[in-house]
């Protein structure tokens, strides 16, 4: 390795986790948001950008040896907001490496690409198991940066890793998130995993913890070198407590998207819960 990874989106949730962790492994890191870092680290460069901003993305891409690309919109939203940040987003972070010469790109999609999918009663989901069915236009446009990987793994011959992200929290919260759970060290973990992995090609996989009530495989994460530390069954009893088993005849339990395969993330839905006025 010589250069630095760019991360994209590096102020926010997952990106300051990498921005703790990649150095310790080995990986100087290049940190890119349109919000500033307030915590720069020693060593860690930044830069203030669009990741839309096509020629800043190049700059930014200038010299580095990978792209890990978090930047956008994590949830619902409307069409326009969803499909700017997120869509043309990873279309320029693709193009920019392309045109800077960086080999190898991580991207962070969703297990929400394939949100409708019925949640399997036994047994794990491999990847190939749940093509593109999204739940939300935020998992339209998880399946489109992982159409996109693929035609720039194609057609140009980079590496492109996606990972189909569960739930990325610090702890898990909910039921649901017992079997969807991606701890930190196992986010920092796959994220290492696919910027180690000699020549992936193209690669999609879930990122999960090895948890008990996982419903997807790991074993094309692991094939990448991606070994899970963490199990939520660690936090079942108390969420079990609060919360009470999963209720199959929930629709929330129906699908592996949860509560975002509902009527409650319909966008227009979104939009109306954002125009109101607050609760007082
Ligand atoms: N956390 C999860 O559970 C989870 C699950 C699945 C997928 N993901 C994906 O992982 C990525 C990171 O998630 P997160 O939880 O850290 O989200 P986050 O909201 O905490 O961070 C996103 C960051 O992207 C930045 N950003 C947004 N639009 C930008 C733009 N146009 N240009 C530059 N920066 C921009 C924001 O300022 C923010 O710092 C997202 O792409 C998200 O969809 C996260």
Redesign the pocket.
Known sequence: MSGPVLV??A?????TWLRGSLPERGWAVRS????PIADVRPGEEQLVA???DLAAMVDACTGATAVVH?????TESTWPAISH?NIE?TYATLEAARRAGVQRVVL?S?NHATGYTPRPEQGLLTEAEAPHRPDTYYGVSKATMEALGSLYADRYGLDVVCLR?G???PEPTTVRQLATWLSPTDTVGLVDAALRAPSPGFAVVWGVSDNTRRWWDLTAARALGYESVDDAEVYAAELLEVHGEPDPTDPVHARVGGEYATAAFDADVIEARQAAPEEP
Request: charged share 5%; proline share 0%.
């Open positions: 994209t989106g102020a926010g949730l997952i990106g890119l948001d349109v919000a669009d990741v839309t978090l930047a956008g919109i994590a940040s987003g962070a969703s992200i739930s990325a929290f």
